[in-house]
């Protein structure tokens, strides 16, 4: 099994387990031991892996690293860990002050879920404040396996980190950079385009004019380039559906097929997939379709909700679960779809953060 197998597999078990991991230290044994073992290293073998390993801070004596990954008997590799269901924000500073007391150039911080990965790229010898890498194990993507196989023990090569550290630090700040930008565009944002292609002197008036330009042109790339992706998905899948439909109406005869998908109800469905891809991997996102309903749902869970499209009747309804329940909202074309994106996501978020099961 290769490398990418293993850490899937893993991602795959930890979704499976979580729930009935009760305690921290045993999501180091279920979830954070094998990940390690992932990497290459040896959990029981004190000259590659060392738990509880001591990282004396000042006066304090004693204070322990949940592990840490030794090479030539030095530790490059600091890990500390939480329970699987705890908020990893308030605890970065514990492994801050672990970090300048050792010689690790890298930091992970993790719930056996999500991993932090942090280095010394702002200040040497001192942790930054974020990290440079960061994914979920149960949703993991092929470009994360890939940066996170240069930490395995064949492939280990500090040079060869750092560099890639450096390059996904500096593409998260500026994909943050640009999101913000891109929904509320600064003076000097504004201003950079509108030189572009206003002749005259751009006055504060043309700035706040422009300001709307620019925020509406980035949509309308965005909603562009995603339908153009649709389309091509939408062709081939409505070629599927087509030989799915004359299988069932072969099998079950004309009375029994009253359930119809329609090209409408498919586009909605891969609009919302496009809007949730950056917060989930699109194969948890799975359609069924009612009678009465066009249902949306994550991980193919009928009590996970993420909307229903009512597109049967002569008015057009979506539905959504993001406040506890479902609330239907009339639309004209699945374009509007788009302008809902933050309640879709929040739906999700809600699920991924809580568990949480809402009423439909």
């Not at 005259?200 to 330009?213: A, W, Y």
């Amino acid at each position: 099994m290769d490398f990418k197998d293993q850490i899937k597999q893993l991602g795959d078990r930890v979704a499976k387990m979580k729930d009935k991991i009760q305690t921290e230290e045993a999501t180091k044994n279920a979830f954070i031991m094998p990940f390690i073992q992932c990497l290459g290293y040896d959990v029981f073998n004190p000259m590659e892996v060392v738990p509880e390993f001591i990282a004396d801070i000042g006066i304090k004596k004693g204070e322990k690293v949940d592990y840490a990954i030794l090479k030539e008997d030095e530790p490059i590799i600091l890990i500390e860990c939480k329970h699987w269901s705890a908020d990893l924000n308030p605890h970065n500073s514990q492994l801050f002050r672990y970090f300048h007391t050792t010689t690790a150039k890298f930091g992970i911080l993790t719930n056996g879920i999500i991993f932090r990965f942090y280095t010394d790229m702002v200040e040497a010898n001192k942790m930054d404040e974020k990290p440079f890498f960061e994914f979920r194990i149960d949703d993991i993507k092929d470009a994360h396996v890939e940066k996170l196989k240069e930490f395995h023990k064949s492939y280990f090569n500090l040079e060869s980190i750092i560099n890639t550290a450096s390059e996904l630090k500096y593409m998260s700040d500026l994909r943050t950079f640009l999101i913000k930008e891109m929904s509320e565009p600064s003076d000097e944002f504004t201003r950079f385009f509108a030189k572009a292609v206003y002749q005259s002197t751009v006055t504060s008036k043309v700035l706040e004019q422009f300001r709307g330009l620019v925020k509406r042109s980035f949509q309308q790339y965005i909603n562009d380039a995603i339908s153009e992706r649709l389309k091509s998905a939408l062709a081939t899948d409505e070629q599927k559906a087509e030989e799915i439909a004359k299988e069932e109406l072969v099998t079950t005869g004309p009375e029994e097929n009253k359930v119809q998908t329609t090209a409408e109800e498919m586009e909605g469905f891969y609009i919302i997939r496009a809007i949730l891809c950056a917060k989930v991997n699109v194969s948890r996102i799975i359609h069924r379709d009612q009678q009465s309903y066009f249902g949306i749902l994550l991980d193919n869970n009928n009590r996970k909700p993420i909307s229903r499209l009512n597109y049967n009747g002569r008015k057009k309804y979506v539905s959504f679960f993001d406040n506890g329940k479902e609330e239907k909202v009339e639309i004209e074309n699945n374009s509007q779809l788009y302008e809902y994106s933050s309640r879709f996501v929040k739906v999700v978020d809600q699920y991924e953060k809580k568990g949480a099961i809402v009423e439909s």
